[in-house]
């Protein structure tokens, strides 16, 4: 068996009813040199998810279905798909997320032409759409650019569905940490990559599409506040008064990135 360029790591937790159109959307990418690994995390669905992604994998075997006996939250479900993937480029793709038919081609020729080796994150923008998928709810989001280890303290623009990170550039294999469940993983996972002097880098490209839905956990800014407080305390150990000057400055970058609720149909 050939090694994959790109292994497309998917949690998955009661996905029935949308994993099957992000699936989809992975068939549909214009380059063809991937897997994918799909992590149930210990449904309480009676399997209903797992049947719908078998029966994508029983017809392609770049699908790859592994059913978690133990429920870890995203972090330990991509880490679960991280530890049997192949590919040098990791690209995240969560199981109720669409991608756009370029995507992969898009952004293996961003990573193919840029000569910084400090790059290790690639992001591209996204829309921000309904919990049906069908219409914006809010501006196309993308951010330009470098960035390096401070800068993320202040603001985060690095969404999962639209990254990939080039494993290549780690030193040491980097895990998501499971501690922290599905609130803030992927966040300490992009610093965690990036403290050891590695970058990340966003394009304009608007290639994913984020189904906003209204169960999400991360639907409400003010959810996670006591996360990023958790982080910037317990994970990276500031002082209280650092603390609260990066909490603000979050707070303040977020507010901006939400500020307004446009009602438009799908473009």
């Known amino acids: 068996m050939t090694t994959p360029i790109f292994s497309i790591i998917t949690p998955m937790w009661k ?12 068939l549909a990418q214009t380059f063809t040199d991937w897997e ?45 798909a991280m530890r049997n993937a192949k590919g040098r480029y990791f690209a995240f793709l969560d199981s109720d997320d669409i991608w756009h038919p370029e995507y992969l081609a ?18 591209s923008g996204y829309r921000r759409m309904d919990s049906t998928c069908s219409k914006v709810i809010l501006p196309d989001y993308a951010c ?14 690095i969404f999962p569905s639209a990254a990939v990170v080039d494993t290549s550039k780690l030193k040491t294999p980097v895990f998501f940490r499971e501690e922290l469940k599905a609130l803030r993983d992927d966040y300490v996972y992009w610093l965690d990559i990036m403290r050891s002097g590695l970058c990340c880098f966003g394009y304009n490209d608007i290639l994913v599409d984020y189904r906003m839905r ?34 603000f400055s979050w707070g303040m970058n977020g507010l901006k990135k939400y500020r ?7 473009r």
Not at 15 to 26: D, K, N, P, Y
Request: glycine share 6%.
């Open 106 to 123: 898009t952004m293996k020729k961003h990573i193919d032409e840029c000569v910084d080796e400090s790059v290790a994150i690639f992001f």
């Open 214 to 247: 209204d169960d999400s956990m991360t639907a409400s800014k003010t959810k996670m506040i006591k996360p990023q407080w958790r982080i910037y305390r317990e994970i990276l150990h500031f002082n209280v008064f650092k603390s609260a000057f990066y909490l």
């Open 36 to 80: 994918m690994i799909i992590v149930d995390d210990a449904s309480t669905d009676d399997g209903a998810g797992c049947k719908v992604v078998q029966s994508y994998a029983d017809k392609d075997s770049r699908i790859k279905l592994i059913a978690a006996k133990v429920n870890k939250g995203s972090s330990g479900a991509r880490n679960e």
């Open 144 to 157: 330009v650019g470098k960035k390096d280890f401070k800068k993320l303290l202040y603001h985060c623009p």
């Open 260 to 266: 307004k609720i446009y009602k438009v149909g799908i």
């Open 15 to 26: 996905g029935a009813a949308l994993v099957g159109a992000t699936i989809e959307s992975v």
